[in-house]
């Protein structure tokens, strides 16, 4: 946790893996986020059963260490690559920031250590029930969102990180008929067209088309979940941030810059994480698909990172089509 010292790990665990750094996969990634919360998980468990015992020091050492690997997992997500529970990387469009904060400040859970190299006073029973209800629950929360099995062994489901849930619009309301309308066009009628429109059954109200689903498909889209597609496609900096039109370049400093995607930006994204998830599921490495000439359209001999560096958003949307095409006629095959 930002703040406090690092705890030691439990007897027999195993050591830590070293920071991956931005050159972690996408897969590698949800694999990261499945076992911090599963380690999380573990200490919670087993602070309940020390909480039940009176073991209250170990039981706020446990929890710390719960605490700091749920923090991990959100970082992890906001970065595209594990590195320290720092909360302030944390984003503030996070709407679970400002619980994790409370939790990673709670005082219940300081150091167990005084500066003067005492032990601290170890926390009361009741005082450590409130602190692992909320970590339970901000655990519960965690694994919803990223889709994790606590039991299983496999990645999450997605490791983009948690934002606030757009509300899809309210339908537009429907046109009014004016009143008398029908009636006066009733009057004007022939005898046999009067007798048809009477066995006719009334007209159901047309049902209002639901947003496409590109529309709802930018919700957890971050700059952290573009750089996670960049480094795993292998692109230069610059030309990534042409690729989703954003103007403002590196930092001065020559380091990535984080933004808050615009709507055309989260568009572009969107369509990379769809072309991403598309090789994914072919079994296609991303960095080698894109670098290899294809003779068929819209490629003409062409790299696919050409085209879609060229026609952007058209040439992700081209080259997405083009696999999708392709993994159906492979499943025809197949049958």
């Known amino acids: 946790m930002a703040g406090t010292p690092a705890c030691p790990p439990k007897p027999g665990a195993p050591e830590a893996a070293p920071v ?3 050159e972690m996969t996408r897969a590698a ?18 602070a309940q059963t020390l909480l039940d015992a009176g073991s209250t020091r170990n039981t706020a050492r446990l929890l710390r260490h719960a605490v700091t690997g749920l923090i991990e997992a959100v970082v992890a997500s906001e970065q595209g690559y594990t590195g320290p529970a720092d909360t302030s990387r944390i984003s503030e469009e ?5 619980d994790l904060l409370r939790l990673d400040k709670f005082p219940g859970l300081a150091p167990a250590m005084q500066q003067d190299g005492r032990l601290a006073k170890p926390p009361s029973t009741t005082f450590l029930i409130g602190p692992l209800r909320d970590v339970a629950k901000m655990l519960d929360r965690l694994k919803r969102h990223f889709g994790v099995d606590l039991e299983g062994s496999g990645q999450a489901r997605t490791a983009d990180p948690p934002r606030p849930s757009q509300p899809e619009p309210p339908p537009p309301p429907a046109a009014k008929p004016q009143p008398g309308a029908e009636r006066r066009k009733a009057d004007n009628a022939s005898p046999p067209a ?6 006719r059954p009334a007209a159901r109200p047309a049902k209002t088309a639901s947003p496409p689903p590109a529309a709802r498909s930018h919700a957890g889209l971050s700059s952290g979940s573009f750089w996670a597609l960049v480094d795993r496609w292998k692109l230069v900096d610059l030309d990534a941030l042409r690729l989703i039109g954003h103007a403002g370049g590196l930092t001065k400093k020559g380091t990535r810059p984080r933004f808050k995607l615009t709507e055309a930006e989260a568009e572009a994204v969107a369509a990379m994480r769809s072309l991403d998830e598309t090789l994914e599921q ?17 490629f003409g001999g062409a790299k696919p990172i050409g085209l879609i560096l060229k026609t952007r958003l058209q040439g992700l949307r081209e080259a997405s089509h083009y696999l999708t095409q392709m993994g159906l006629r492979l499943s025809l095959q197949e049958s």
Do not use: C, E, F, Y
């Open 20 to 22: 991956t750094g931005p």
């Open 282 to 298: 072919l079994g296609l490495d991303p960095a080698q698909w894109l670098q290899a000439p294809l003779r068929p359209a819209p």
């Open 194 to 199: 009067k007798a048809a429109a009477r066995a």
């Open 94 to 98: 996070n709407p679970l920031k400002a």
């Open 29 to 46: 990634l949800r694999q990261s986020v499945a076992s911090l919360l599963r380690l999380a998980n573990g200490d919670v468990q087993d």
